[in-house]
């Protein structure tokens, strides 16, 4: 039973992977990616990792994702921007991915029914990952927090120019 | 680490398949946003191999490695999408191959 829930969600996972490289369309791709990332999201917490699951759906389907549309939504401005997006909005474009989503959706509700028994002596707990997180791991935790700041900046340096001259050039 | 219902090999062959189809849109996608979804993919392979692991010996070391591949995730994305504005406001496509005349 605890396979074959895997086995689903790792389908699921491979199928819209491919889907979301092999598609033209970036919107129609993001939708597979977030369903992919949503399936990682389900075999996390069916290895017993339920913060792990937790902050994948919250920041790589969350945050991330919300990044891609932001930049994607940006570049496609203009007037055929509404007949683009009535073509998102097709049935067509959505109805695969609710399917899978409402199959991992399916596949959480059987696990959490009685999550005990699925992940019985192997869940590590997220009170263990922040004690681990800032005991041995404290000097990776602010590795990490520079490579942010670095991040911060350097997106702020790119996104800046880009924000004066568009703005300069074209009023 | 005979808790774990789920075979430890065939998470790693799910792994290594998913590294593997995001390597392949890497390598043929030429849409600088398709190449940053591709590294997304590869990363987040990656990350199910560190919490694999550290589910497969009980350990939390695997997922404080995932977060820290998190935050490269996210710095990561947050630069490329900035080149991505970048290459669109001077070229008006998204190819790959103009960037190698990207200057200043």
Redesign the interface.
């Known amino acids: 039973m605890?396979?074959s829930l895997?086995?689903i969600a790792?389908f699921v996972?491979?199928f819209s992977?491919?889907q979301?490289?092999?598609r033209s369309n970036?919107i129609h791709?993001?939708i597979y990616?977030i369903i992919?990332?949503l399936a990682?999201a389900v075999?996390?917490f069916?290895?017993?990792?339920p913060?792990?699951a937790a902050?994948?759906i919250v920041?790589?389907a969350g945050?991330?994702m919300v990044?891609?549309v932001f930049?994607?939504m940006?570049?496609n401005l203009g007037e055929a921007g509404d007949l683009r997006e009535r073509q998102w909005l097709q049935p067509r474009v959505w109805f695969i991915p609710a399917i899978l989503a409402a199959v991992l959706l399916a596949e959480l509700l059987i696990v959490e029914a009685e999550v005990a028994a699925?992940t019985?002596?192997?869940e590590?707990s997220p009170k263990?990952?922040g004690?681990?997180?800032f005991g041995p791991?404290v000097l990776?935790v602010e590795l990490?927090s520079m490579?942010?700041l670095?991040?911060?900046v350097?997106?702020y340096?790119?996104?800046r120019?880009?924000i004066d001259?568009?703005g300069g050039g074209e009023r | 680490m005979d808790g774990l219902q789920i075979p430890f090999e065939h998470v790693l062959v799910l792994a290594t398949l998913l590294f593997t189809a995001g390597l392949v849109g890497l390598m043929v996608r030429r849409n600088i946003i398709f190449i940053l979804m591709s590294l997304e993919v590869m990363l987040n392979s990656a990350a199910l191999v560190f919490v694999a692991a550290g589910a497969y010996w009980g350990q939390a070391d695997g997922q404080v490695v995932f977060l820290l591949i998190l935050a490269v995730a996210a710095a990561e994305v947050s630069v490329g999408l900035g080149l991505v504005l970048q290459v669109q406001r001077r070229f008006r496509n998204l190819d790959m191959d103009n960037a190698n005349r990207l200057r200043g």
Do not use: C, K, P, Q
Not at chain 1, 46 to 49: D, E, I, K, P, S
């Open positions: 605890m396979e895997f086995y790792a996972a491979l992977t491919l979301a490289l092999s970036a791709a993001l990616l992919s990332l990682v075999i996390f069916l290895l017993g990792a913060f792990a902050l994948e920041i790589y945050a991330i990044l891609f930049v994607i940006m570049l699925y019985r002596g192997v590590v263990e990952v004690l681990t997180l791991y990776a990490a490579l942010l670095a991040g911060l350097g997106a340096h790119v996104g120019r880009f001259r568009t």
